[in-house]
């Protein structure tokens, strides 16, 4: 197979060939991906596990990425702010909605 695409680095070649191959699959739905990380999130997803817990109000997630954001409700945090207007938010994808409205160009995610 050709694949027309240069890289710096043979990590990231290798990388690339795997979005080919999905080696990883999920016990409980049979779902396939190339990187075992997202099988593992997938299975936590699947069988509700949840072993990351808020140290505040004890509310638990499937991911440390899940409870870092819910963190940041405690801590009134809003790091991503509106280059526009200033307005801040603490989570990224709802700042890239809200640029809607000063745009109607679609979000990046």
Same mark, same amino acid.
């Given at each position: 197979?050709?694949?027309?695409?240069?890289?710096?680095?043979?990590?990231?070649?290798?990388?690339?060939?795997?979005?080919?191959?999905?080696?990883?699959?999920?016990?409980?739905?049979?779902?396939?991906?190339?990187?075992?990380?997202?099988?593992?999130?997938?299975?936590? =997803?699947? %069988?509700? +596990?949840? !072993?990351?817990?808020? $140290? @505040? &109000?004890? /509310?638990?997630?499937?991911?440390? *990425? #899940?409870?870092?954001?819910?963190?940041? =409700?405690? %801590?009134? +945090?809003? !790091?991503?702010?509106? $280059? @526009? &207007?200033? /307005?801040?938010?603490?989570?990224? *994808? #709802?700042?890239?909605?809200?640029?809607? =409205?000063? %745009?109607? +160009?679609? !979000?990046?995610?």
């Amino acid at each position: 197979m050709y694949v027309p695409k240069h890289f710096q680095k043979k990590s990231d070649m290798n990388r690339h060939y795997l979005i080919y191959e999905k080696p990883h699959f999920c016990e409980v739905c049979g779902k396939a991906s190339s990187q075992k990380s997202n099988m593992n999130v997938n299975y936590l =997803i699947r %069988t509700k +596990e949840k !072993p990351h817990s808020c $140290e @505040v &109000c004890g /509310k638990a997630f499937p991911t440390k *990425s #899940n409870l870092d954001a819910h963190c940041l =409700i405690h %801590t009134k +945090e809003k !790091p991503h702010s509106c $280059e @526009v &207007c200033g /307005k801040t938010f603490s989570i990224k *994808s #709802n700042l890239n909605a809200y640029y809607l =409205i000063h %745009t109607e +160009e679609k !979000p990046r995610y």
